[in-house]
């Protein structure tokens, strides 16, 4: 099953991203199921990054058989409020599966997304090594995160998401977005948190993953398109 990812730009998305009308009309572009992440009410106090000054207001995830691209583009794009819609066709990798439940509901959590672009002085080659081999087991030791999915782009369909070498999905606990030892699982000894967070930052700069990022805070929401 082929599964797409777009980044949606603007504010106050929410409403017209979860809209009846907008899945019927994903359905009859070949989508199966889909995720929304939303940057909404639950996250507003969350960090956020942009790379460029600019707000990504939503991830949306679309699964099926042979979707039609470019005709969710233009649903996406044609919404209102939305700015701007990059698009990739992503191999996704599952190194904690995150609960799923294909209602509509929002799930408890903070539910992380970042768009990595990959640095200039690393190969493609390299860089997938740092990021699948090496810093892939010091993000889980380091955060106490339930769900990771790790997305690598194989094709952008737009030309302005060119630079984004891949899209993480991380699940935490709601306290996370206030308790950085809920965030890094910590339990309370700032000795330990020190230690966690150099561990962490120390692996994110080796994969360039601290600089050209946009991490956004959303709420989860997964949908089965198929009975529409």
């Known amino acids: 099953m082929t599964k797409l990812m777009y980044a949606v730009w603007g504010r106050d998305l929410t409403s017209a991203l979860r809209a009846p009308q907008l899945h019927a009309e994903l359905r009859g572009a070949g989508v199966d199921r889909l995720q929304l992440n939303l940057d909404d009410e639950g996250v507003v106090e969350a960090m956020r990054i942009a790379s460029a000054g600019d707000h990504v207001g939503a991830v949306v995830s679309a699964w099926g058989e042979d979707p039609d691209a470019d005709r969710i583009t233009r649903c996406l794009a044609g919404l209102d409020g939305v700015e701007r819609v990059d698009g990739w066709r992503v191999e996704e990798r599952r190194r904690l599966d995150p609960p799923e439940t294909w209602d509509g509901s929002r799930v408890d959590a903070l539910a992380q997304v970042a768009l990595l672009r990959r640095p200039e002085e690393l190969s493609h080659e390299e860089w997938l090594h740092i990021w699948q081999v090496e810093h892939t087991g010091v993000a889980i030791r380091t955060q106490a995160t339930f769900g990771y999915v790790q ?9 302005r998401g060119k630079d984004v070498a891949a899209l993480v999905e991380e699940l935490f606990v709601p306290a996370a977005i206030h308790d950085r030892h809920a965030f890094h699982g910590s339990d ?3 000795a330990e948190l020190a230690r966690r967070t150099r561990a962490l930052m120390a692996s994110v700069r080796r994969m360039g993953a601290d600089r050209g990022i946009d991490l956004v805070p959303t709420g989860r929401r997964l949908y089965d398109l198929r009975d529409l």
């Not at 997305?151 to 030309?159: D, E, G, K, S, Y």
């Open 151 to 159: 997305n690598i782009v194989q094709t952008p369909l737009t030309a």
């Open 188 to 190: 309370g000894d700032e």
